[in-house]
């Protein structure tokens, strides 16, 4: 029986953060997340002895989690989260954390992502990544995301008659976002040529397809309306969540994600469709997942893919801005917090305080995230619509 599930009222978004990336960082992921951590706070106006909620997401914390961070930060929270869910760690705070202060068991949350990157942090994070990876992928040569997404890519090409080209308009139209985001890596402009010349990671995914890691984090409040408003804080509403984990295990290989189990109910919680969303952040490590969250999504139907990327103009002043910080793929993936940068700006985007990014008119935006990729599929898999004040 379909449940209508309770609505966010009374719950806001507030006081987003990006501590500027690094492509490598000597600094551990406990000083990445208390620069955001402090950041977010200053911002909002709270004293670090006065926070009391918070959630943690990273890869490189080990061995601390959460509880470790609260000792070495000095807070003392009445709530405490650790979601190790890495792309889909942003959407996931959000409605653990909205939920605990509607029932008022917390005031405020300060939700945080971040990561290191010293030179040899990604091969030391893969080692330990899951235990299905060691046991079932690791042995056989899979050793790592490259190998597992040129799977899922050659499966999508060979199924639905992508091109390299298709994904290349995702590639280049984030460069061309990344080009007016300050905290972006990737600072020279893309070329279709450039992308379809670039050289070969694990065939049929070529450089530009691949996100490059880096050192950095992401933050935001979770907090009541009326304390946002009292405190002067433009804010975010949420208006619909939905999450899934280890959907269709049924299919051979991932050709869908959760997404496409739950997307009535994000329209319908919303009271949205399609056409009234502004701009969308999908998670990005490669471009195949953007292109199946554009069909999860409801944005065209299941192998439409392709065609949709061929129609529309993904650019900030496009007819269907995508990624407009230039995501993952162009501003870099740092670590855990790579399940937050569509979040985070997102929320400033629905605000009306992007800047250079900002789209023209934004008030209703949908992101998505995905996350812990075992070979042949993600796991995890969510999405959340969330509108400017006035909305």
């Known amino acids: 029986m379909a449940r209508r599930r309770q609505a966010y009222d009374g719950v806001v978004l507030a006081a987003p953060v990006t501590i500027p990336y690094q492509r490598f960082s000597t600094d551990t992921a406990h000083w990445w997340i208390a620069r955001a951590l402090s950041e977010c706070l200053r911002t909002a106006g709270i004293r670090p002895a006065d926070l009391d909620g918070f959630s943690v997401s990273s890869f490189s914390l080990f061995p601390d989690t959460a509880v470790g961070l609260t000792q070495h930060l000095g807070l003392s929270p009445r709530w405490l989260d650790h979601i190790p869910m890495g792309g889909a760690s942003g959407i996931a705070a959000v409605r653990r954390a909205a939920r605990a202060v509607q029932a008022g068991d917390v005031d405020v949350v300060a939700c945080v992502a971040g990561d290191t990157n010293h030179v040899d942090s990604f091969r030391r994070m893969l080692s330990s990544f899951s235990r299905f990876a060691q046991d079932a992928s690791y042995p056989y040569g899979a050793g790592g995301p490259n190998a597992c997404f040129a799977l899922l890519t050659d499966h999508y090409m060979q199924a639905f008659g992508a091109t390299k080209e298709d994904f290349g308009r995702i590639s280049v139209a984030q460069r061309d976002n990344a080009l007016r985001n300050p905290h972006a890596v990737m600072k020279s402009p893309l070329t279709m040529e450039q992308y379809l010349s670039a050289r070969m990671i694990s065939d049929p ?187």
């Open 205 to 391: 995914i070529a450089l530009f397809d691949c996100v490059m890691p880096v050192a950095g984090s992401e933050a935001f409040l979770v907090m009541r309306e009326e304390d946002a408003r009292a405190a002067g804080l433009t804010h975010a509403h949420i208006r619909s969540t939905i999450e899934r984990h280890n959907a269709f295990p049924e299919d051979p290989i991932q050709m869908r994600g959760g997404w496409a189990m739950d997307i009535d109910e994000l329209y319908a919680m919303a009271d949205a469709r399609p056409d009234d969303i502004d701009l969308l952040q999908t998670y990005d490590d490669y471009p195949v997942i953007s292109m199946m969250q554009f069909e999860d999504l409801g944005f065209c139907a299941k192998g439409e893919g392709p065609q949709f990327v061929r129609s529309k103009d993904l650019t900030i002043g496009g007819d269907f801005p995508h990624n407009t910080s230039g995501g993952q793929l162009s501003a870099g993936q740092a670590g855990a917090a790579g399940g937050y940068i569509g979040l985070v700006e997102a929320i400033r985007q629905v605000a009306g305080a992007a800047g250079p990014t900002q789209v023209e008119g934004a008030r209703t935006a949908m992101v998505s995230g995905f996350g812990m990729i075992n070979f042949d599929r993600g796991v995890c898999s969510n999405a959340a619509i969330i509108s400017g004040a006035g909305e």
